[in-house]
């Protein structure tokens, strides 16, 4: 399926982060501020784990995150990270038990929701096509 040993340990690199993600939010460790907590996710350029008001549980590679409206969330990478956002491939997973009715989705352009910037990404939760707010697991491998 994947020829080189790179892309085999790239993908088992981001099963793991997104394993660990979903295990402290499954479990409901209570993290601390954002800043104090790192995400352990050592082949992903950034990850998060960010709350349904938009601030962030643990994170690598993030400079901010900020809910701009009710489902709407604005992410900033870290300089140092180098991420195009615009060329990315960001992977998002909703953190919640609602099925199916509920769904996330990422804007890789520039969005009037996060001032239509060019360095940020814009993430919309929702429920049964109305923005709702809801935590959710953010990856960039």
């Given at each position: 399926?994947?020829?080189?040993?790179?892309?085999?340990?790239?993908?088992?690199?981001?099963?793991?982060?997104?394993?660990?993600l979903?295990?402290?939010?499954?479990a409901?460790?209570?993290?601390?501020?954002?800043?104090a907590v790192?995400?352990?996710?050592?082949?992903?350029?950034?990850?998060?784990l960010?709350?349904?008001?938009?601030?962030?549980?643990?994170?690598?590679?993030?400079k901010?995150?900020?809910?701009?409206a009710?489902?709407?969330?604005?992410?900033?990478f870290?300089?140092?990270?180098?991420?195009d956002?615009?060329?990315?491939?960001?992977?998002?997973t909703?953190?919640?038990s609602?099925?199916?009715?509920?769904?996330?989705?990422?804007a890789?352009?520039?969005?009037p929701?996060?001032?239509?910037?060019?360095?940020?990404l814009?993430?919309?939760?929702?429920?049964?096509?109305?923005?709702t707010?809801?935590?959710?697991?953010?990856?960039?491998?």
């Amino acid at each position: 399926m994947f020829k080189t040993i790179k892309a085999r340990r790239g993908i088992i690199g981001t099963a793991a982060a997104l394993s660990l993600l979903a295990a402290g939010a499954v479990a409901g460790v209570a993290i601390a501020d954002d800043a104090a907590v790192k995400a352990k996710a050592p082949h992903a350029m950034a990850s998060a784990l960010i709350n349904a008001d938009g601030t962030r549980s643990q994170s690598q590679g993030i400079k901010s995150s900020t809910k701009a409206a009710k489902g709407t969330y604005c992410v900033m990478f870290d300089d140092n990270t180098r991420i195009d956002v615009s060329r990315s491939t960001p992977v998002a997973t909703l953190v919640t038990s609602g099925g199916p009715q509920y769904a996330i989705n990422l804007a890789t352009y520039p969005t009037p929701s996060c001032g239509n910037a060019a360095d940020t990404l814009t993430v919309y939760t929702g429920e049964r096509l109305l923005l709702t707010d809801a935590p959710f697991m953010l990856l960039v491998p």
